[in-house]
Every structure is written in C-alpha cells, then in structure tokens.
C-alpha cells in the first residue's frame, strides 16, 4: 500500500537524549516573592519585629523583579498624596525646634510605599486571595490570643485585652483594621466559605476589640458599620443606630462606664485629652507653617500644658492636633490628600461595585470602612504614629486597588498592555524587545496544548468558576 510523504520532524524539541533545560532562576524569584507576599500578609496583625522582617524580604525580592523587569510598579491614588506628605514630613524635621531628634522619624515617610508593594502582588488574583484570607486568619489568630491572655488576667478593665502588642488601643486599632475586610467580605462574598469564614474571624475580632475597652476604637467601629451599610445595606442603618442605642444602655458595669464617658466632659479621660489639644493650638499658633518638630513632645509639652493638666504628654491623642503642631499648616493639608488617597483606593467605583457584590467587593467595602473607622478613631488618639497600624493601613490600601479587577471591570494599564497570549493575572510584560536578552518561544498553533483561548469569549464553564471576560484561560 502506497504511503504518504513522511512529515518533517519539529525541530523546537530537543534531539533525544539531550539534557532538559535549566530552570529559569527568574521563575523561583517570582515564586519566592509570592511566598514572601504571604507571608508578609500573615505577619500583619502582630508585633514591629514579624511585620518588619517579612517586608524587608517582600520588599527585597519584589523590587528584583522590578529590577529585572519580570514586573512593574503600579501606580496608586497614593502616589502624590505621599508625596506631599514625605514632603511635609521633611520640612517639619528640618525646622523643628530639635533637628536632630525629628530627623530619624522621617522613616515613617516610607511607609506609603506599602501600598504600591501590596497592588503589585495582589494584581494576580489568587494570590492576592490567598493574602486576603491569610491576614484574615492570622488575625483572628491574634485577637483569640488576645482574649485567651485577658481572661487569664481577670476578664476585667484593669486586665484590658492587649494582644501581641502589649498595649490595648494599639491591639484595638489592629482589630478595627481587620474587622473592616472581614465584615465586608461576610456581607457581599458569593461563596459561603468565604462568608462563613470571614463571619468568624470577624465574631473572635469583635470580642477582642470589646475586651479593650478602648472608645475611640468602639466609635471607628461604629463609623465603619455606617459606611459599610450605607454603600451595601442602606435599611439596615436604623437597626445600627438603634443596637448602638441599646449598647449604651443595657451593657454591664465597666462597659457602660466606658461608653457613658465618651460624652462626658467631667471624664478625666476627656479632661486631660482637652488639656492637650489645648496645649497642640498654642504649639500651632507659635510655628503656624511647618510646626513645632517630629520629635517626642514631652519636653516640649511641658511649656504648653494647660494649668489643670495632671498627666505628661509624648503626644497629643489626636490625629489632626498632632499633625497640626509637629507638622503645621503644610502637615494638615498634607495629612487631607493622605487621607484622600488612602479612601480612593478602596471607594473608587465602590458603589456599582457593592451592587453587584463578590469577594472584591467585600473586600473594598470592607477596606472603606476600616479606613473611615480608622480616620474617625484617630480624632481621639494618635494612631498614625503607631507602626503597627501603618503597616496593615497601607498594605490594606493597596490590597484594596489591585482587587478592583479580580472579578471584572476596566482592564488596569499593566494588564492592558499584555499580548493576547499572556495570561491577564502574570506581572506586566517585558518591555524589551524580542532578542534583547529575553527568552522568545514561537507561537504556538491555535487548539494546541497550551494555547491561550481569546479574551472575552463566552465560556458558560468559565462564568461558573468566577473568570471574567478579560480574563484569559488555557485550554484543558
């Protein structure tokens, strides 16, 4: 029987025999900087020491990817606002009644950066899923430590839950971080797990966050369920008002104190907060432009307190007093876009977004509220000086703008740009031309093993699993 011409061999695979090829070094570093987003998502609601290891390797091995071009970095609504405040930060320094002590605070400038670190993992879905319920767990872990150590001390205000921290308003102003994500992906995610999953954490957060007995961080929560119910749930706003109505006059002992106290002028909690903020508008009258310094303000409080203060002051616990005696006018508006750019980055294209629900959407609700509680907590406590709550604030931001694509929407730049046959979730492309040191392969034919299928065809196995239509799958 006749046979036909015999096909030409492929000449792309290796001659039998050949050795396989070497691993590209560049894939363990992607997979290394994975592993290192991971676990600097876990290290977030603990101490200074875990947060800054685990960025300074995330941080490291990112910024080699960049180097190496294997990924860009994004832009965020933090950018200029950052700036700015770096700025203001800088001149407050340079002018402050003690230079040298201001000078080595400026750190705290860097922290910003975070966001843009966060929006460049969490680009990738899954991987930013991962982090999202790592950070959720991790901090549930957290607080449960927290009320296991203030059970054991007596379960009472003189034993307040100070968690991993060691002290109570920071330990409550980690919670009211992560309680903002967890109550947000509880209410819009899709899949039970996630809820349920969320609804948990958020119950042992919540505990712990009682077991602080810290006011400030009682009235963020209260602002961050008003907003979260306000974008997603408008009806349940009554009820809110109502339950916050009823706290205040049902709940036991030390509890009812606390919340009685916050709207009583005789408190001396609120005698000696007046005192400093008394003694912060004399520091901003004195140096109106760039302030007083960012250095401890004891010494300095000192010559501004107020004849009935009682307590030494290093700050002023309040956010805006502070920020307008260390840093003056410049500070302030600084401190504006700041807090500008921290709510863009979880409420831009929020509304359609709660409409629609899904675990981005949680989480960017959730974020939202976190941020507002944050911002409201901060009228009464110097939070923005915590490190411990800087680092989640800032990664929490960018968590919050990379997730705007993870189930639909406009396709980001860094995606935008990629050829039809990258995956949408990969870092952005090698921006080097083809040869100039970058591995090419040759396309492969359409319907082979490992083609990529077009963006935006319709795929009824593809909708079910929660891909989107600019998102790209291999075929099976």
């Not at 009644?97 to 080595?104: H, I, K, Q, T």
């Not at 939070?383 to 960018?398: I, K, M, Q, R, T």
Request: aromatic share 8%; charged share 15%.
């Amino acid at each position: 029987m006749a046979r036909g011409p015999v096909p030409p061999m492929n000449d792309s695979l290796p001659p039998a025999g050949a050795p396989p090829a070497a691993p590209d070094p560049r894939d363990a570093l992607e997979r290394a900087a994975a592993a290192s987003f991971v676990l600097f998502a876990a290290a977030l609601p603990w101490t200074i020491a875990p947060m800054g290891i685990a960025t300074g390797l995330c941080g490291a091995l990112t910024l080699a990817l960049v180097a190496t071009r294997r990924a860009r970095w994004p832009r965020t609504p933090l950018d200029l606002p950052a700036l700015a405040w770096a700025l203001a930060l800088a001149l407050a320094a340079w002018f402050a009644l003690d230079r040298e002590a201001s000078l080595p605070r400026l750190g705290k400038a860097l922290f910003p950066a975070l966001a843009g670190l966060a929006a460049l993992h969490a680009a990738r879905a899954g991987r930013g899923r991962r982090a999202l319920a790592t950070y959720l767990g991790s901090a549930a872990l957290a607080a449960a430590l927290g009320l296991a150590l203030f059970v054991a001390r007596g379960a009472g205000f003189e034993s307040r839950a100070r968690g991993a921290v060691g002290h109570y308003m920071t330990f409550a102003g980690q919670l009211l971080l992560a309680l903002g994500p967890a109550l947000g992906v509880a209410l819009l995610a899709r899949e039970r797990r996630w809820r349920i999953g969320a609804l948990a954490a958020a119950l042992v957060m919540a505990a712990a966050l009682a077991a602080t007995y810290t006011r400030s961080a009682w009235l963020g929560l209260l602002a961050a369920l008003a907003v979260m119910f306000g974008f997603a749930r408008p009806r349940w706003l009554p009820a809110l008002a109502a339950a916050a109505a009823l706290a205040v006059v049902a709940a036991p002992g030390d509890y009812r104190a606390r919340l009685v106290s916050v709207v009583d002028p005789s408190s001396p909690w609120n005698r000696e907060r007046a005192h400093m903020w008394e003694a912060g508008a004399r520091m901003f009258r004195d140096r109106p432009l760039t302030g007083v310094g960012l250095m401890d303000l004891k010494p300095v409080y000192e010559r501004y307190r107020s004849a009935g203060a009682r307590e030494p002051a290093g700050h002023l616990h309040s956010v805006p007093v502070q920020v307008a005696a260390t840093t003056g006018a410049l500070g302030l508006a600084a401190l504006v876009a700041l807090a500008a750019g921290l709510l863009a980055c979880a409420m831009r294209g929020l509304p359609a977004a709660a409409r629609a629900g899904g675990l981005a959407a949680g989480l960017r609700l959730g974020v939202a509220g976190a941020f507002a509680g944050f911002l409201v907590a901060g009228l009464f406590e110097w939070n923005l000086g915590d490190e411990e709550l800087l680092y989640p604030l800032y990664a929490l931001a960018g968590l919050a703008w990379a997730a705007r694509e993870w189930e639909g929407g406009a396709i980001p730049a860094a995606v935008a740009k990629h050829r039809p046959s990258e995956p949408a979730d990969s870092f952005p492309p090698d921006p080097r031309p083809a040869g100039a040191g970058r591995d090419v392969r040759p396309a492969e034919p359409a319907g082979s093993v490992g083609a990529i299928e077009p963006a935006g065809r319709a795929d009824p196995l593809a909708r079910r699993s929660g891909a989107t239509p600019h998102s790209t799958r291999r075929r099976p």
